[in-house]
């Protein structure tokens, strides 16, 4: 059942940025993430956030900062209940990038947030990311 909705996607060139957002069934309490799914591969998962607003990220949105020796994340995700939306801030985007990203949330989870899709029950139908070199 779809209960969510995903925009913001499109095309992009690398190195830039991009800001997608989810609607729909957005709750504090609720863990939700971003998966992503690009051609002939498995659904991976990207980034949750829980209850407290707290995130995680999969290993591939972190780079270390050169000079401060200090990890950084290349995407953000964040809730924004008032306006019944989950972001996620996208910036260096790399053509690996490319793929359909979803959003996905499920009642049962409220923190340790999943990072695989088996965990979450309701998702939106995908937004296209093309970022070209």
């Known amino acids: 059942q779809v209960q969510l909705a995903e925009s913001g996607g499109g095309s992009v060139q690398a190195g830039g940025s991009l800001t997608l957002s989810c609607g729909g069934l957005i709750y504090r309490t609720y863990c939700m993430a971003w998966f992503l799914h690009a051609p002939g591969q498995e659904r991976d998962w990207v980034a949750a956030s829980d209850r407290d607003g707290d995130a995680t990220y999969a290993r591939f949105v972190k780079e270390r900062d050169e000079t401060t020796y200090r990890m950084k994340v290349r995407f953000t995700i964040s809730k924004d209940i008032s306006k019944f939306a989950l972001n996620l801030k996208m910036r260096s985007l790399k053509s690996e990038d490319t793929a359909v990203y979803f959003c996905?949330?499920?009642?049962?989870?409220?923190?340790?947030?999943?990072?695989?899709?088996?965990?979450?029950?309701?998702w939106g139908l995908g937004t296209q990311v093309t970022v070209s070199s």
């Open positions: 996905a949330t499920d009642p049962d989870w409220t923190a340790g947030c999943p990072t695989f899709p088996e965990g979450y029950r309701y």
